[in-house]
């Protein structure tokens, strides 16, 4: 549905994307992440057809939406600046897009989407009066009125109070699960995209340091361990043994039980050193990692290796 290749943009002299390459599947919810400047917001920009890249394609349903006004009407876009009119109701903001988009059956289709977004007793007060949640819902209302098949957002929970979070992440699962929309999502907040994402990437310094489903990078090379001794010598011996094996990272000794972060080094070969310096296991269990901690790690590797 959504398929970038080996994308280059720069900017006065500074490359901003750096051979960048993966796809989004249809109905999909992909979470696109970065620190500030990692240029999520021009990659996004070259997919609409905002940006024209200086090396590779960035394509939606395998074409060019700079050049196709038809798969345009495909799209549906939520920018950090929502383009809403406060000087106009819901009701009137939602009619004007129809209009622009040639929306057929324009008054039931904003009923439909009132009701979905949950501001059909409000659809007549002027949008000025909103709150922010508020705001950012009839934003995405707008967006899908003309039922687009891929839904782009930028940044749909910035700004938001934690129950405005919730309304806005409870339309993006039910755009996916009861419409089947794709949607790609530029985001800071890695709680929010952990609950609605089903993939992600990760952006740092232009070039792509991570793309996989979370719950497979959750699962890869990584976590938190904890393991129980059955006596106090054997679990001083472990400390030990792990503190000097490559791939561990801070390993802390609590009674009888030992915890590791894993950075690298994966649970067999953990057990299997411990067996062999003697040290009497009683369990084993292995925590998945959260997307923050995915996060801070490709980040930090990304910049240990600059």
Do not use: W
Not at 200 to 207: A, E, F, M, Q, S
């Amino acid at each position: 549905m959504i398929s970038i290749e080996h994308l280059q943009k720069g900017f006065k002299g500074r490359e901003v994307l750096r051979a960048v390459t993966f796809s989004v599947k249809k109905g999909e919810v992909f979470g696109f992440l970065g620190p500030n400047g990692a240029g999520k917001t021009t990659t996004m920009r070259c997919l609409l057809g905002l940006l024209r890249p200086d090396g590779g394609t960035a394509t939606v349903f395998g074409e060019d939406l700079a050049r196709s006004d038809g798969l345009r009407r495909k799209v549906g876009v939520l920018l950090e600046n929502d383009g809403l009119s406060d000087r106009l109701t819901a009701r009137d903001n939602l009619d004007y897009h129809a209009r622009l988009y040639g929306v057929q059956e324009r008054e039931r289709r904003i009923e439909e989407i009132l009701e979905f977004i949950g501001l059909s007793d409000r659809q007549n007060s002027l949008v000025g009066t909103y709150s922010t949640g508020m705001r950012r819902k009839l934003g995405i209302g707008r967006s899908i009125l003309h039922t687009p098949e891929v839904l782009f957002l930028d940044e749909p929970t910035s700004g938001l109070d934690p129950e405005a979070q919730r309304m806005v992440r409870d339309l993006i699962l039910e755009l996916s699960r009861e419409e089947e929309m794709t949607v790609f999502i530029n985001s800071h907040n890695l709680d929010e995209v952990q609950r609605v994402c089903s993939s992600v990437g990760i952006l740092h310094d232009g070039r792509l340091r991570a793309f996989d489903r979370i719950e497979r990078l959750r699962e890869d090379g990584g976590g938190r361990v904890r393991i129980v001794l059955t006596d106090p010598p054997s679990a001083e011996e472990a400390l030990r043994t792990l503190t000097a094996m490559p791939g561990i990272g801070p390993a802390d000794r609590d009674g009888e039980e030992v915890t590791v972060h894993l950075e690298g080094t994966g649970v067999p070969a953990i057990v299997r050193t411990l067996v062999e310096k003697g040290c009497a296991i009683e369990e084993v269990v292995q925590e998945r990692r959260s997307l923050e901690e995915i996060y801070l790690s490709v980040v930090r590797q990304a910049e240990g290796s600059a």
